[in-house]
């Protein structure tokens, strides 16, 4: 998560800020239009200065503990996130993922149809998708997190999921439309949804939620047994092979 606060800083530090400038020409092209204002970059370090605040608390956490680290732990609620499979299924798995991430694109496109067909569909394992987009270098990543979201609104949240996460190099706006168009979503609606930014606040409260528990890398997954209202399990971060999960699933009790 250092990695992804260094970006973060420097992203903020190059952004130019907007100076009133009276005795400037009228007739010249105003040069503001393509930054930022100072309320903008205001915004953007509080934001900056609450990732650090959270990491900085995980940090002294670790530090308290003193005894050798084992595999990081977490407990999420997961009311109202995008899930897969069984309700009641033993085990679960939540991701936290970049649409435009090529790490994302390989668990995608080379482990989670396999888990889905012998774990999901067959009820033992239930799958929640949350976002953690890394603007600083996937400037389409938040737009695609938000219309996975909009799609949702019309029960295509999964389908649209899918082919997104197989194509991310096709995440702007109007191929999002055509490709919500292919799965029959309205494409007036979803457009309007995500110029809107409806599901904004939505997509950083997963962020802000994946900074707290530590993971630092995309893909992020919380693997373990399910609990009423969620999930109590390890973290594990980065695109791991099928063989990993079937391990973990077995040491949970469930097996192929």
Not at 76 to 86: F, W
Request: net charge neutral; aromatic share 6%.
């Amino acid at each position: 998560m250092k990695k992804l606060l260094s970006f973060a800083c420097v992203a903020a530090l190059t952004l130019p800020l907007v100076a009133a400038d009276k005795n400037k020409d009228p007739k010249k092209k105003d040069a503001s239009a393509d930054t930022i204002t100072h309320e903008q970059a205001d915004q953007i370090l509080d934001e900056l200065r609450q990732i650090r605040q959270l990491l900085e608390k995980q940090g002294e956490a670790n530090a308290k503990a003193g005894a050798p680290a084992g595999p990081a732990r977490a407990r999420l609620h997961m009311e109202g996130a995008p899930m897969i499979g069984s309700k009641d299924a033993p085990i679960t798995v939540v991701e936290f993922s970049d649409y435009q991430c090529p790490f994302c694109q390989r668990f995608h496109t080379q482990v989670y149809g396999d888990l889905k067909k012998d774990f999901i569909d067959t009820g033992k394992v239930r799958f929640y998708s949350r976002d953690l987009p890394i603007d600083q270098l996937h400037p389409n990543a938040t737009r695609a997190a938000q219309a996975a979201r909009c799609a949702g609104d019309q029960g295509q949240f999964w389908a649209l999921r899918d082919i997104m996460s197989a194509h991310p190099e096709a995440l702007d706006l109007n191929s999002l439309v055509a490709d919500a168009t292919a799965v029959k979503i309205n494409p007036d609606t979803f457009r309007k949804c995500v110029e809107t930014e409806k599901y904004k606040e939505a997509v950083k409260g997963d962020l802000l939620e994946a900074m707290k528990i530590g993971a630092d890398g995309t893909p992020s997954f919380v693997v373990g047994k399910s609990t009423p209202d969620g999930v109590d399990g390890e973290l594990v971060v980065g695109a791991q092979p099928y063989t990993v999960f079937q391990e973990k699933f077995k040491l949970l009790g469930v097996e192929k």
